[in-house]
């Protein structure tokens, strides 16, 4: 592929890269710790997301937004690509549409020409769990046995799986959400897919309470979790903005998926503990040291807290996978960009 003038472009619609194995939290899991391996050799190019709001200024009281997020892998894929992501509030209310919408392009290095377009709705709700669920791995007492995760939307679905896989000693998954027959009808659809009991509630504190591991997975503006909810024995993994500046204070050891990243936010709580200089940037350990065998759990009773803004690395990482194995399946559609270019 590299260097190639073929101008055909492979269309991969949701269920095509379903086909594909997308849905394979496994391979997910295993594309997760390679991308942050290679992060942290130096070997992906990854710039801080761009992020535009709408209306401008509108900060955390967004109508829309829309986030860029390009990248450049290099060694053994040397890809390069692009994901457009968006969410919209109106969504959340608007029967059948998805409350975040988000498209991948995957291009040539060489010549720069894409080569795949993949819907990226799924492939996000994928990657998102599949991070917290590594982070959880390597974050939260080796002998968890109880989860509580706050938010039975698209995330809580693939958070499911990904710390079923993550983390085999799981026996007892609490799954809250304040929209309780929202989170029943979730743990129904997964009572039967993993050797684990699932149990809807609406008091996540209470829940939290009796939990080793705690998963904030919602679209929360505004901190909920709070030093009332920390504890020894314990871990918080956050993909949203649910814990403030005292889970942040309290934590043993603080872990981000992309410091690089993280700090353009001035909003995340890790971000401001570091501004006050509550909180040295060197002493914040980066996903991508777990994932090159760094170990933060040197006790059970240590409290560790982690958290994540998305790597626009592993949607092209993951993309590119799906598109393998599509094309090794026939699937997709092949459009082009021209017969013949009009100017060279």
């Known amino acids: 592929m590299l260097g190639t003038i073929n101008p055909e472009i492979l269309f991969l619609q949701e269920e095509d890269e379903v086909k594909a194995g997308l849905l394979d939290m496994k391979q997910i899991l295993e594309i997760t710790e390679k991308t942050y391996a290679l992060l942290g050799k130096?070997?992906?190019?990854?710039?801080?997301?761009?992020?535009?709001?709408?209306?401008?200024?509108s900060g955390e009281n967004f109508d829309s937004f829309f986030n860029t997020m390009p990248c450049h892998i290099a060694g053994d894929m040397n890809i390069a690509g692009v994901k457009w992501a968006a969410e919209s509030n109106a969504n959340a209310t608007t029967p059948g549409i998805p409350y975040g919408i988000d498209i991948t392009i995957l291009s040539d290095?060489?010549?720069?020409?894409?080569?795949?377009?993949?819907?990226?709705?799924?492939?996000?709700?994928?990657?998102?769990?599949?991070?917290?669920?590594?982070?959880?791995?390597?974050?939260?007492?080796?002998?968890?046995?109880?989860?509580?995760?706050?938010?039975?939307?698209?995330?809580?679905?693939?958070?499911?799986?990904?710390?079923?896989?993550?983390?085999?000693?799981?026996?007892?998954?609490?799954?809250?959400?304040?929209?309780?027959?929202?989170?029943?009808?979730l743990a129904a659809e997964y009572k039967d897919q993993y050797n684990v009991e699932i149990i809807a509630s609406a008091d996540s504190k209470a829940c939290a309470d009796k939990s080793e591991l705690i998963i904030g997975e919602t679209t929360a503006r505004k901190p909920f979790i709070d030093a009332s909810w920390v504890k020894p024995h314990s871990a918080i993994v956050c993909v949203s903005n649910e814990a403030n500046e005292e889970v942040v204070k309290a934590a043993d050891v603080n872990v981000v998926d992309y410091w690089k990243q993280m700090k353009t936010f001035e909003n995340k709580a890790i971000v401001k503990m570091v501004e006050a200089g509550e909180l040295a940037e060197e002493d914040i350990v980066e996903t991508s040291e777990l994932a090159l065998g760094k170990q933060v759990r040197t006790s059970d009773d240590q409290f560790i807290y982690a958290c994540s803004l998305g790597l626009g690395a592993l949607d092209i990482t993951v993309g590119y996978q799906i598109y393998k194995n599509a094309m090794d399946m026939g699937l997709g559609t092949t459009v082009k960009m021209w017969d013949k270019p009009l100017w060279e």
């Open 109 to 185: 290095p060489a010549t720069v020409l894409p080569f795949c377009i993949l819907d990226g709705t799924v492939i996000t709700a994928m990657r998102t769990s599949a991070v917290a669920g590594f982070q959880a791995k390597h974050c939260a007492p080796s002998d968890t046995k109880t989860v509580t995760m706050i938010g039975a939307g698209v995330i809580g679905r693939t958070m499911i799986m990904a710390i079923c896989e993550a983390i085999p000693t799981v026996e007892t998954i609490y799954l809250c959400d304040l929209d309780v027959a929202k989170a029943e009808a």
């Open 42 to 57: 130096g070997e992906i190019q990854n710039p801080p997301k761009t992020h535009l709001g709408i209306p401008e200024g």
